[in-house]
């Protein structure tokens, strides 16, 4: 698809300097420096209640700051109303004109400026978000995911520097949510302005932003690329919140070297030292982690024929959840707990079934080591929370 120059604006970067909300004697949002780059898809990702929406007002102008600056593009508008700021919105519960076809709602912010001739860009916008053939319907009449491109449409006919989207996709059932990312992305893409957009799915803030601040308790825990946070998580929070981990508590044998040598339960564990986001000493303690998907499981009986050099700990299965592509095993470690083990349905082995005795293996530099001093649960079962 191809479209004029009309729809390209150019992103303008946000940055936040020590904003803050404090509601009475509670702190919605701590002190957050945070710069989003222009033409960046940024998400702001966490559980319900952390801050996101707080934090996107503040954005917007719709929230006044406790503490902070909000600079839009190198400009300081903290004390500039909403409608001053080159800044649109996009809600969850998409706020259209009931009385108003489509091509009427998207012309709204034209109309309101007092541009005559508007058919132009209406044309361009509703071919943008694909909705032409739907133009002289009333929102009652479209799907919920036209509705929300008729929001975003409705925003982007402005022209705003930055789009600010609060989970705009929460009302829709999976299938269509997951379409809409796509969906978004490619808007995004065409367009080219920045988009922050606030989530409480992790899958979602991963399949579309460049960056994720995973934000916890009015603070952000860790930001980087989605692969970048998956991979090499800092927090148990992050770890626990993104997709899922084991984390294995074990003592420190030997540190300083290119590897780091743990004890966990009887077992030894190797992994890279750099992978390690804890002071390490030996004699203390870390949690070391490993992703599902990174352990491979084997039958008892066939232990010997595990390659050399690989982590390996023994239990036993107590749960296996057949998903179609892959297998969800529990398996219970003596002394480790529980652990979880997603195998792709490539060569499945029949003996795999609870009870069975297994080694589970991974390559060591598959491991990553946070610090002990924390909650290893933080964070866990929290995704599916409604914000
Ligand atoms: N106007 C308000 N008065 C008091 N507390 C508020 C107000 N708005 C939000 N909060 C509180 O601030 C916290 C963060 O809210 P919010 O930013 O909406 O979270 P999220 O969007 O991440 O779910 C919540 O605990 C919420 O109850
Ligand atoms: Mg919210």
């Known amino acids: 698809m191809t479209h004029t120059e009309t729809l390209q604006s150019s992103g303008g970067d946000v940055r936040l300097r020590g904003i803050s909300k ?46 902070g600056t909000v600079e839009l593009s190198g400009r300081d508008v903290t004390d500039l109303p909403p409608y001053k700021r080159q800044v649109n919105t996009v809600f969850q519960n998409y706020a259209l004109f009931p009385h108003l076809d489509i091509y009427e709602n998207v012309a709204f912010g034209l109309r309101r400026r007092g541009i005559k001739s508007v058919k132009k860009q209406v044309e361009e916008m509703l071919d943008l978000v694909q909705l032409g053939p739907l133009a002289r319907r009333r929102p009652q009449q479209l799907s919920g995911g036209q509705q929300q491109r008729v929001a975003v449409a409705r925003a982007l006919i402005n022209h705003p520097e930055v789009l600010l989207l609060d989970e705009p996709l929460g009302a829709l059932d999976l299938k269509l949510r997951r379409q809409m990312q796509l969906e978004l992305k490619r808007i995004q893409t065409e367009v080219g302005i920045t988009f922050v957009h606030v989530t409480h799915d992790q899958e979602e803030a991963m399949t579309m932003a460049d960056t994720v601040a995973v934000m916890n308790g009015g603070r952000v825990e860790q930001l980087g690329a989605p692969a970048e946070l998956y991979e090499n998580p800092a927090t148990t929070f992050v770890a626990n ?28 564990l190797r992994l890279p030292a750099r992978r390690c986001s804890a002071p390490a000493r030996s004699g203390g303690q870390v949690l070391a982690g490993v992703r599902p998907e990174k352990v ?62 297994t080694v589970l293996h991974w390559n060591p530099a598959h491991t990553f080591a946070l610090d002990a001093e924390q909650d290893r649960q933080a964070g866990a079962d929290l995704d599916e929370e409604a914000a």
């Open 241 to 268: 919140f993104l997709g899922t981990s084991n984390l294995i508590r074990a003592g420190v044998v030997e540190a300083g070297g290119a590897e780091l040598l743990l004890k966990a339960g009887d077992a030894e």
């Open 296 to 357: 491979a499981l084997a039958h008892a009986d066939d232990a010997g024929t595990i390659a050399e050099g690989r982590n390996r700990l023994s239990g036993r299965i107590k749960d296996a959840g057949f998903i179609g592509v892959s297998t969800h095993y529990v398996v219970d470690v003596p002394g480790l707990g529980e652990l979880a083990v997603y195998e792709q349905n490539i060569e499945r082995d029949g003996r795999l079934v609870p009870g069975a005795e």
């Open 22 to 67: 404090t509601y009475g004697s509670f702190t919605a949002v701590h002190p957050l420096d945070l710069t989003i780059p222009a033409g960046s898809f940024f998400a702001l990702l966490g559980a319900s209640g952390c801050g996101k929406t707080t934090t996107l007002r503040m954005i917007a102008g719709l929230e006044e700051p406790t503490t």
